[in-house]
């Protein structure tokens, strides 16, 4: 876009009191930003309160123009960054179609990650070493099969997240993951996440729908949380305790028409009550990635055929002939072939999801694994 409309689209979003949802209204009514700020007080106070309308028709107040001055700034730094807006056909059809998509959002990476079907992977703050690993192996799994990871840039559950899909595309996966910032995009929060905010930039993408210099303030991230279940066909929550964001990005996505998944834990850990709870409420439990990818109605559709032991020669890698090798025929737990191999719970893991989409290996309850070919 020219310059003209890349300002007229960010007067929109600077303009104070201006929701999306009334955003989306004067869009509809008048057409791009620059006419809607062309169209004058009468017309607008016919769409809108007089006060917003009195905004819109006149100069951007002192306020509003520095803020402008700091999203141009940020725009024109290096990296690849840019505005999504309503106006681009890249802009993703699922989050358009959800009540009140935002419309500009700040993006900030590879410009692909958008084009891949998406799951969101959200959890705890204060998770357990074994949430983690789970999510990061489910994202690695779910990332091989051909979906993107949506998560929110926490600590815990979310940054595991991000961290399998990372994994996965090192590994050669042709998705990645998107990161959904509940700040100014240039605003790191939790400041320890600089690492991995940075790795997200060059590897996969950040969104925001705060203009830059935003910061983190209590009532952005359940609009954070609208727009990671708008991206994806589905939210799947690792572990979260009753009062967790996640059950507000779950029951959003449920809203929305997109499926929502649990994976359960122990009755006497508070971090599984929240999963527990969805549950009952209807949401699909999920014990591996291919659950996950049934109820997408996506299973096998979007396995690699190596992933599924299908390669020319049918031959496995290395890390899961050896995982397989250790496993033997009888039931063994995951403690139980880490020691066997001397590999980390999480190594363990991300390989034996891979080998339950290849349909070598059933888990089986008590958090047991059997091979089967």
């Not at 995009?185 to 930039?201: H, K, N």
């Not at 998944?261 to 990635?289: F, Q, Y």
């Amino acid at each position: 876009m020219d310059a003209d409309e890349r300002a007229a689209w960010l007067r929109l979003l600077l303009t104070p009191n201006l929701g999306p949802r009334t955003a989306r209204q004067l869009l509809g009514a008048f057409g791009l930003p620059q006419q809607v700020l062309a169209a004058g007080r009468a017309a607008l106070r016919e769409r809108v309160a007089d006060d917003l309308a009195d905004q819109l028709a006149s100069d951007p107040t002192d306020t509003v123009a520095a803020a402008l001055a700091r999203s141009e700034a940020w725009l024109a730094g290096p990296g690849d960054r840019w505005l999504l807006t309503f106006a681009d056909a890249d802009y993703p059809p699922a989050l358009l179609a959800t009540p009140d998509p935002p419309p500009v959002l700040f993006a900030w990476g590879t410009r692909t990650a958008l084009a891949q079907p998406a799951i969101a992977i959200v959890g705890s703050r204060s998770c357990t070493q074994q949430g983690r690993e789970t999510a990061a192996a489910f994202a690695q799994a779910l990332a091989h099969a051909g979906l993107t990871i949506v998560s929110g840039l926490a600590v815990g559950i979310d940054a595991a997240a991000h961290r399998g899909a990372l994994q996965a595309a090192e590994e050669g996966a042709a998705a990645t993951t998107i990161a959904v910032a509940g700040t100014g995009i240039d605003v790191i929060y939790p400041s320890g996440q600089r690492a991995l905010s940075e790795t997200i930039r060059q590897r996969g993408l950040l969104l925001s729908e705060f203009a830059p210099g935003m910061p983190a303030l209590p009532h952005n991230f359940p609009r954070r949380n609208r727009i990671i279940a708008g991206l994806a066909r589905g939210v799947l929550v690792v572990e979260a305790a009753l009062r967790s964001g996640s059950l507000i990005t779950a029951r959003l996505a449920a809203d929305f028409g997109r499926e929502v998944l649990a994976i359960p834990g122990s009755i006497h850990s508070p971090t599984a009550r929240g999963c527990h709870r969805l549950i009952k409420e209807g949401a699909r439990l999920v014990e591996n990635a291919r659950d996950v990818l049934e109820e997408l109605r996506m299973d096998g559709a979007l396995v690699p055929r190596e992933r599924r032991g299908e390669t020319t020669g049918g031959a496995l890698g290395d890390q899961q002939r050896r995982l397989l090798d250790a496993l033997g025929r009888d039931p063994v737990t995951l403690d139980q072939l880490a020691a066997r191999c001397a590999a980390d719970a999480g190594t363990i893991s991300a390989t034996l999801l891979e080998l339950e989409l290849a349909q070598h290996v059933e888990r089986l309850p008590g958090n047991r694994y059997q091979r089967l070919r």
